[in-house]
C-alpha cells in the first residue's frame, strides 16, 4: 500500500493532522490501535471555549464552565467569572467528530491497527510502516510519516530518535454519577492530602456527572495515583462531602509528558506532534487544544513539503512554530511548577491566597501559562504583595533567561 503521509495514533493530534493534510491534497491513512476512536479516554477533557469554537467544536461537546476553586488543607478560595470561559468536553464525542472531519476530508481510517514496525528507506526516500489489523498485517509505503502517538512516541522510538521521558505525570480519574454537583465550577485541590506531587480535582460534566482525578508527578513520588484517588472517595475529602451519592462509572487513565518540548520534532520523513513532542502545557496538564492546533499545522505543512520528498529542511517551518509559539510558555509553565511541587501543605494554604488576589482575566492568563513579560510585569505591579512578586518574578526571570 502506498500514501503520500501515514498518520500513526488517532488521538487529536493525529486525528487534527488527518484533517488538515487530507484538506490539502495528500492521500492520507491514520492507524488507530485501539478499537474506536476515544476508546480509551486518557484525559480529563478541560478546555477552552474560544479555542474549541475555533476549531469547530461547539456547545453541544462540552459543558461550560464560569467560575475556578481551589481547595488547600486549610484554606478554600473561589474565582467567579463574568461569563463561561472553560470546558469539560465530552472526550469521546470530540474525538469522533474530529475523526469525522479527517474522514470527510478522504482520509482512509484504520481502527484496532497497531503500528508495530517502521523503517526508513533513505535512498528511496519513503517510510515504511508494520501495521497489525482485523485485515492481517499491512505493510505501507508513505513519503511522510506523522508520528501522533502520544507518550510512547512509537515512531520516532523506534527509529532510534528519541530516549523514553524521564519525566512525567500519572492520572487516574473516575467518571462518575454524583446526586449534585456545582455544574459550572471546576475545582483543583492541592497539598499532601490530595497529592504529593500533582494535584486532585473535580470537573463536573452536568449537574449529576462529574469525573473525579488525581494526576502525580513522577519520578518525584511513588505514590499510585488510583490508590490515591480511591482513598480520596472513601475518606469523602472536601469538597466530595458536597456530592452526595459517588458512583464511578469509568476508569480513565494515562500518562502525560512533563519535561518540556523535546529538542527537535522534525526529521527527514517524520513529523512528531502532541504528547510526542511534549507540547502541552505541565502547569495543569492541559495538550487537547495544542494537540489539535499543532496537529493541523503539522498536517498542513506535512502536505505541502510532499513535493520536496518531505525533507527535514522543507517540514522546517513546523519546527520553528513548535519552538517560538511553545518553548517559552512550557520552560515558564514548568518553573512555576517546580516551585509548586516543593509547597507543604502550609504553604499551599498561602499560595492559593495569592491566587485570590487575581481578577478573572488575570487568573485565566496564568492558568493557561500566558506569560508574556508584559503581562507579568503587569501582574507584579498590580499585586505589590512580596509573595506575589516573587511567583511573577520567577517566570519573568525565566523568560528573559530563555
Ligand atoms: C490524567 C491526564 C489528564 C489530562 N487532562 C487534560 C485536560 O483536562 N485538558 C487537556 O487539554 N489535556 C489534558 N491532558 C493532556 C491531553 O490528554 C494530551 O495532551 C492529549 O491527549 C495529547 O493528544 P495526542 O493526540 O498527542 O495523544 P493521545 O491522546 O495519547 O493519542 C495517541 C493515540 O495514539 C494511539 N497509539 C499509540 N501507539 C500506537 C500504535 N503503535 N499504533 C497505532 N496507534 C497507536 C493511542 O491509542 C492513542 O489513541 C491530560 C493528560 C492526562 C494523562
Known sequence: MRYDISIVGGGPAGLSAAYAAAKHGAKVVLFEKDPSIGHNVRTSGVSWIKEMNEFGITDQYFNPIRNFSFISPGNEIKISGDKNSACVLDVKKTYQLLASLAASEGCEIYIKSQVIDVSHKKDDKFNLLRVSTPQGQLDVEST??????????????????????????????????????????????????????????????????????????????????????????????????????????????????????????TFDGLIMVGDTVGQANPLVLEGIRYAIEFGRLAGKIGAESLHSNSTAESLKPYETANQEILEKKIKSALKVQGRWLGLSDSEWDKEI????????????????????????????LNHPRLIAKQLFSLVLNKNNNT
Open 144 to 265: 511522510l510519516v506523522i508520528d501522533a502517538s502520544g507518550f510512547n512516541s512509537v515512531v520516532a522510538k523506534k527509529l532510534g530518535l528519541v530516549t523514553e521521558w524521564k519525566r512525567y505525570g500519572v492520572g487516574a480519574e473516575y467518571e462518575c454519577y454524583c446526586d449534585g454537583v456545582d455544574a459550572e465550577t471546576l475545582v483543583l485541590m492541592v497539598g499532601n492530602k490530595y497529592s504529593e506531587a500533582g494535584y486532585a480535582w473535580v470537573f463536573p460534566l452536568s449537574k449529576n456527572r462529574v469525573r473525579i482525578g488525581v494526576g502525580i508527578g513522577k519520578p518525584d513520588s511513588s505514590v499510585d495515583p488510583l490508590k490515591k484517588l480511591n482513598s480520596i472517595i472513601q475518606n469523602r475529602e472536601p469538597p466530595l462531602t458536597a456530592l452526595g451519592k459517588i458512583q464511578p462509572l469509568e476508569l480513565h487513565y494515562g500518562l502525560i509528558p512533563n519535561q518540556g518540548l523535546r529538542t527537535k520534532c
Open 353 to 380: 491566597e495569592i491566587i485570590k488576589g487575581l481578577s478573572i482575566d488575570e487568573f485565566l492568563d496564568f492558568i493557561k501559562s500566558d506569560f508574556t513579560a508584559s503581562k507579568m510585569l503587569k501582574l507584579a
